[in-house]
Nanobody, 126 residues
Framework: QVQLVESGGGLVQAGGSLRLSCAAS????????AGWFRQGLGKERDFVAA????????YHGDSAKGRFTISRDNARNTVYLQMNSLKPEDTAVYYC???????????????????WGQGTQVTVSS
């Protein structure tokens, strides 16, 4: 099992930026990929972005394209989500997750991910 701790959330004005971090510990050698999801109040959990641990292949959800960038630091076992040009509709709890058997086809499905963090709140004011 992998333990994940997210940080970096907060309150920001529309147009601003935030960088989320997700630190992994435990059986990190089993990680095949890491992803970010978000869940707004009363909404389903949506895919934001994912990155493979070895080759660094990147996948973006529609909400992230052109504004959010996912990256990883394997030495630190940390995944980042740089979010720019934030909008009020980006307000959500953001979750980090890791997958031990990643699929380049089903990367957007929460069920593909094995371990999840507790989430960090991002609030964008208008």
């Amino acid at each position: 099992q992998v333990q994940l701790v997210e940080s970096g959330g907060g309150l920001v004005q529309a147009g601003g930026s935030l960088r989320l971090s997700c630190a992994a510990s435990g059986r990190t050698s089993n990680i095949a990929a890491a992803g970010w999801f978000r869940q707004g109040l009363g909404k389903e959990r949506d895919f934001v972005a994912a990155i493979t641990w070895g080759g660094g292949a990147i996948y973006h959800g529609d909400s992230a394209k052109g504004r959010f960038t996912i990256s990883r630091d394997n030495a630190r076992n940390t995944v980042y989500l740089q979010m720019n040009s934030l909008k009020p509709e980006d307000t959500a709890v953001y979750y980090c997750a890791v997958s031990r058997a990643f699929s380049g086809t089903y990367y957007y499905m929460p069920g593909l991910y094995d371990d999840w963090g507790q989430g960090t709140q991002v609030t964008v004011s208008s």
